[in-house]
T-cell receptor, first 113, second 115 residues
Framework: AQTVTQSQPEMSVQEAETVTLSCTYDTSESNYYLFWYKQPPSRQMILVIR??????QNATENRFSVNFQKAAKSFSLKISDSQLGDTAMYFCAFSPSWGKLQFGAGTQVVVTP | DAGVIQSPRHEVTEMGQEVTLRCKPI?????LFWYRQTMMRGLELLIYFNNNVPIDDSGMPEDRFSAKMPNASFSTLKIQPSEPRDSAVYFCASSFFAGEINEQFFGPGTRLTVL
């Protein structure tokens, strides 16, 4: 069985600063997918970024980037130039090739002025 | 595209009553997922369908829960009888498989309160 661990319950960051969220996972699969989802107070789940395990290059989406370390089973999310609208719960998720999403417990990010 | 549609957005019911949650996936998507979110257990996958067929229902907590997908554009999650511990936000998500796993698009969720 796969597990996803997010060890930081809450992170606070000032506007324009950078914050990094950690995520580790455990799996015996060789091919899988990793995601970061954002859940603002509206509770809508929004995909932030995805990474395919077979790709060595780290994914980037505007101010969001990941550091994927396959051997270490680590998948951290970096938010650069933080904005007030980034305040949300962030979930790391793992998906094996057959499509099930396993979520971590989440990290609450609070961006302060 | 309207995205994944869920109804109702909020549901308050009394213990013992039947509850039916509804979901309309994005047109063209062949996977449909039902999740439950609680403070204690986080986000849990309850069941998922592929081409209207249930593939994995191992996350369904007990026999009081049932899910159906009679056609490609509609799915229901039913709880009968409901209990206070069923109070949670229930999400429906849909996706399509095009050679590799794609993003799951989530609906806005249904907040269920069982008194």
């Amino acid at each position: 069985a796969q597990t996803v661990t997010q060890s930081q319950p809450e992170m606070s960051v000032q506007e324009a600063e950078t914050v990094t969220l950690s995520c580790t996972y455990d799996t015996s699969e060789s091919n899988y997918y990793l995601f970061w989802y954002k859940q603002p107070p509206s509770r809508q789940m929004i995909l932030v970024i995805r990474q395919e395990a077979y790709k060595q290059q780290n994914a980037t989406e505007n101010r969001f980037s990941v550091n994927f370390q396959k051997a270490a089973k680590s998948f951290s999310l970096k938010i650069s130039d933080s904005q007030l609208g980034d305040t949300a719960m962030y979930f790391c998720a793992f998906s094996p090739s057959w499509g099930k999403l396993q979520f971590g417990a989440g990290t609450q990010v609070v961006v302060t002025p | 595209d309207a995205g994944v549609i869920q109804s109702p957005r909020h549901e308050v019911t009394e213990m013992g009553q039947e509850v039916t949650l509804r979901c309309k996936p994005i047109s063209g998507h062949d996977y449909l997922f039902w999740y439950r979110q609680t403070m204690m257990r986080g986000l849990e996958l309850l069941i998922y369908f592929n081409n209207n067929v249930p593939i994995d229902d191992s996350g369904m907590p007990e026999d009081r829960f049932s899910a159906k997908m009679p056609n490609a554009s509609f799915s229901t999650l039913k709880i009968q009888p409901s209990e206070p511990r069923d109070s949670a936000v229930y999400f429906c998500a849909s996706s399509f498989f095009a050679g590799e796993i794609n993003e799951q698009f989530f609906g806005p969720g249904t907040r269920l309160t069982v008194l």
